[in-house]
């Protein structure tokens, strides 16, 4: 398995997080993910439910069909995923589905988290693909990008429904 320095380490999630605010530009919730083969990345993806109005395509499904694409191969062996925020349950069988073999996620879900928070389908021992699965690289900023795109969400909201009153 791959060896990651917490340096390199920190550099893919940074390259996870350039994901992200390609989300956050199209008012989407900001995650990002990237997967790391051989030192290069090898799929990138963002969450694009909004802007392609399609319910699965989270930023790890993303990035694990442009892997499968650029790899000619369903199996992305030896591979490692970096995502900014823990994988939904959703996401977490794919990653198995895919065979990547490593995790590493910046924040946890509390609310829909598959990868330890609600669920723990990547080190379930039912299943038959188990992951090695880190947390907490680059936290802050992972959880930062998220916080700040709900609390303008919110303002926004406001904003709309205090205009709505105004022209009552
Ligand atoms: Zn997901």
Request: charged fraction near 30%; include cysteine.
């Given at each position: 398995m791959a060896e990651f320095t917490q340096e390199e380490k920190e550099f893919f999630m940074r390259e996870a997080l350039k994901e992200a605010q390609k989300s956050l530009?199209?008012?989407e919730i900001p995650i990002g993910c990237v997967i790391v083969k051989d030192g290069e990345i090898i799929g990138r993806g963002h969450n694009a439910r909004e802007e392609q109005q399609k319910a699965i395509l989270h930023a790890e499904i993303m990035a694990i069909n442009e892997a499968n694409e650029n790899e000619g191969n369903w199996r992305l062996l030896d591979s490692m995923l970096f995502?900014?925020?823990e994988p939904c349950?959703?996401?977490s069988g794919a990653i198995g589905l895919a065979r990547i073999p490593q995790v590493i996620y910046g924040a946890a879900n509390q609310k829909f988290g598959g990868a330890g928070s609600l669920y723990d389908i990547l080190t379930d021992i039912r299943l038959n693909h188990r992951v090695e699965?880190?947390?907490?690289?680059?936290e802050a900023e992972c959880a930062g990008i998220m916080q700040d795109f709900f609390r303008k969400n919110r303002e926004k909201k406001k904003a709309v429904k205090?205009?709505?009153k105004e022209h009552c």
């Open positions: 530009e199209k008012e995502v900014t925020i349950v959703m996401c699965v880190e947390t907490g690289i680059l205090r205009a709505a």
